[in-house]
T-cell receptor, first 116, second 114 residues
Framework: AQKITQTQPGMFVQEKEAVTLDCTYD???????LFWYKQPSSGEMIFLIY??????QNATEGRYSLNFQKARKSANLVISASQLGDSAMYFC?????????????FGTGTQLKVEL | EPEVTQTPSHQVTQMGQEVILRCVPI?????FYWYRQILGQKVEFLVS????????KSEIFDDQFSVERPDGSNFTLKIRSTKLEDSAMYFC????????????FGQGTRLTVV
């Protein structure tokens, strides 16, 4: 079984500042992937970034980077230079590649608000 | 850019009625999924589908639910007799392979059961 924990129900950040959204996970799968999705108020799920458990380097995608600490089972999302359009709900998710099937297991999300 | 398309975007139905939610996955993708998100809650897995059969389903996916790929392009979720608690956003997703590094979601269908 897989579990994702997001302990921050809400976060505030000032425009142009960096923000870190926390995510910890638990799995018995030796091989897995970690995902972050953005859900704006319109409701769609937008894929942001992916990190494989065997990837040597932290994933980056534009202003998004994933701070992957395997021993601590954490996969925090860092958004640099926040913009007003970053205000949304952010979900961390994982997929196990052996025993976990192919489905994504999601956390409860963090509501990010970017302020002027 | 290829995308997953869902119709309708909103559906209101009376309790006890059947609804069919439709999805067109990305054309070369082989793995298809339905997820559900009750308002204000997390996204929950319902079912995965590969090679014209269900590969995995959650405990939410009971006998009231069914999926099919009727014509090689559409992927549908049917709820036979809707209940008030079926009100949620339903997302279709697709992947090109097992263990894929991306899973693309449709824009969702907001189902309201009254």
């Amino acid at each position: 079984a897989q579990k994702i924990t997001q302990t921050q129900p809400g976060m505030f950040v000032q425009e142009k500042e960096a923000v870190t959204l926390d995510c910890t996970y638990d799995t018995s799968d030796p091989s897995y992937g970690l995902f972050w999705y953005k859900q704006p108020s319109s409701g769609e799920m937008i894929f942001l970034i992916y990190q494989g458990s065997y990837d040597q380097q932290n994933a980056t995608e534009g202003r998004y980077s994933l701070n992957f600490q395997k021993a601590r089972k954490s996969a925090n999302l860092v958004i640099s230079a926040s913009q007003l359009g970053d205000s949304a709900m952010y979900f961390c998710a994982m997929r196990g590649f052996t025993g976990g099937g192919n489905k994504l297991t999601f956390g409860t999300g963090t509501q990010l608000k970017v302020e002027l | 850019e290829p995308e997953v398309t869902q119709t309708p975007s909103h559906q209101v139905t009376q309790m006890g009625q059947e609804v069919i939610l439709r999805c067109v996955p990305i054309s070369n993708h082989l793995y298809f999924y339905w997820y559900r998100q009750i308002l204000g809650q997390k996204v929950e897995f319902l079912v995965s589908f590969y090679n014209n059969e269900i590969s995995e389903k959650s405990e939410i996916f009971d006998d009231q639910f069914s999926v099919e790929r009727p014509d090689g392009s559409n992927f549908t979720l049917k709820i036979r007799s809707t209940k008030l608690e079926d009100s949620a956003m339903y997302f279709c997703a697709s992947s090109d392979r097992q263990g894929g590094t991306e899973a693309f979601f449709g824009q969702g269908t907001r189902l309201t059961v009254v």
